[in-house]
C-alpha cells in the first residue's frame, strides 16, 4: 500500500505499551494520521511528543477513525476497550474495522466479533507475535481471520505492521485459534528448556556447553535458543513475563476442558508457570521458570549470589 | 586422518542395524578394515556382500580390533557386547578402545568404563544422533567424552563417522548426560507437538496450515518441523520407535529421582509415550503420539479410515 493511499485512513490504537507504541509508530511512518489512546498519561504524552496525535479514552480516540487497533493484553481488557464506558464501539464510524490483536479464547473472538458486527461494523481477529522491536520497524507476523469485508478495510494498515500475515479463515475464532496452539507449544518449550537446563546443572554440566550442543542437535526449539541466553547470563529483566504464559497455558486448559480434549503436556508446563509466579517471579522474564527449579533444588546458576 | 593411516587401524563394529550398518559402511569406505558382528546372521552376511569382513560373537570381531565400535540400543546390550558371554572384552588387545554409542544413565557408562579400564583397555562414552543416511555418509554428531588415551586411539573412527564431534569431557558419563538432557528435550517437544496438532485438528483447524504457521513461529522446534510431516502424510513407518522414548524418557526419571530432581514435564510426555505404546504403537513411528491422542479424543488425522 503506497502512503498516499494510507493517508486517506485515520488510525486509532489502543494500548501504547512496548508492542502497541512501536506498531502505533511504524503505521504514523507508513503515512497514516494515528491517535494513540493508553491509561498510562505518560505513554500517551510520548506518544504526541513523537509527532501523533493522543487521545484520553478509546472512544475519543476512535472517533472518525477507519480502523480501530487493539493491542492490550488479554480478553478482558479488549471487551473493556470495545464496550467498556467510553469504548471505542461507543464512536467508530459506521464500515470502519476493529483489529484485535490480545491473545484470547476463539470463543471469545467470536462473540466480541458478533457483537460487533451486529452494529455495523467489522472485526478482524489478529493475534501477533514477534518482540516490541519488530513491532516498530512494521515487521510483526499476523495471524487474522475474519471477514473479506474486515480484512479489505484493514489491509493496508495490516501491510504496514506485518512482515507476514496469514490468512487464515474468513470469520474471527481462526486467528486467535491458531495463536493459541502456537503459545502451548511456546510455553511447554520454555518449561521443557527450563527444566532441562536446571537439570544439566545439577548434574554438573557446563550449561554454556549445553547451549552449544543442545542449538546444534534435535533437542533444540525457538525458545531453547531464544531464552536459555538469560539463563547463562542470569539476566531476568522481563522481555515477556512469567504472567503471559501463566494466562495463555491456562486458556489453553479452558479450551481443552470444554472441548473434552486433554492436553497433560501443557498442563504440566503451566504449573511450573504458576509455580514460578508463586515464588514471586511472576512479572519477570518467563526464562525465570529455570531460576524456580534450580531455587527449589539448590542448584548453582549464573548470576546467583 | 587420510586414509592411508586409517588403513593402520582394524576397526569391529558390533550391531549391524540401521544405525551400526551404515557407520560399519561409512568405515570401510573411509578405509578400515571393518568387521560387522550382529545377532542378525543376515545383517551379517549383507554387510560381508559389500565387500566387509563377518564375525558370529563380539569376541571373534573383537579379536585384534584396534576400536571395538558398539552400535546397539540400551545400556543391557552394551553390557553383554562387552563383557557377556563371547563378549568383546575377553579378546580386545590391550590398548585398544571400545566407543560406546548407545543412550545410557550417565552413571553406568561410568561403571562400564571403570570396568574395561581395569583391564587395560580404553573406553569412550560417545552417544550419536543422526539418522541411519547421516550414519551411512560419515555424518553423525557424537556426543564423547572419555580419557585422553580414548579419543587418542578412537580419533580416526571418529573423524570417519562424525561431521560434529563434540569432546565434552575426560571422563565417561558426560556424553552420556549430554545425551540425555538432549533426550529430554526431545521427547518432549515430540509429546508437546503431537498434543498441539491434535488439539489443532480438534479445533478445526487446517493441520498443514498449522505445520506452515508453527514452522515459522516462535512455537517451532526441531522436533515439530521434523516428526509432525509424519502426521501430516498418515505415514507411520518407524524412523525412530515410540519405545526410544518410553526408554530414553525412563532413564530422565531415573537419574532425576535419583538425585532428588523433580522433572515434571518430561515426566507428563513420558506417560504419554507410555499410553501410545499401551495402545499397541511401541514400534510405530514415534510422531504415533499423535495419533493415539486423536484416537482417545474422536479427531481424525490424514490416514485415518
Redesign the interface.
Known sequence: MSASASQDQRIAVIGLGSMGFGMATSLKKTGFAVTGCDVSTDAVARFVKDGGAGAKTPAEAAKDADVVVSVVVNAAQTEAVLFGKDGAAETMPKDSVFISSATMD?DVARRLAKQLEATGRHYLDAPI?GGAQRAAQGEL?I?ASGSAAAFSKARPALDAMAA?L?E?GDAAG?GA??K???????G??I???S??I???A????DIS??Y???T?????????E?RMPHVLDGDYTPRSAVEIFVKDLGI?QD??RT???????????L??FLMTSAAGMGRDDDASVARM?AQ??GVKLPGDK
Do not use: C, D
Open positions: 476463539p507475535s507476523t495471524l507476514k496469514y487464515l481462526q485459534a491458531f493459541m496452539i502456537n503459545q502451548l507449544l511456546a511447554v518449550h518449561a521443557a528448556a527444566e532441562a536446571a537439570f544439566a545439577k548434574q554438573g554440566l556447553k549445553v552449544e550442543v543442545i546444534a542437535s534435535a533437542g533444540n526449539s525457538w525458545m531453547f531464544n489453553i479450551m481443552a472441548a473434552r480434549f486433554p492436553v497433560p503436556v501443557s498442563a504440566a508446563a504449573q511450573m527449579y527449589v533444588t
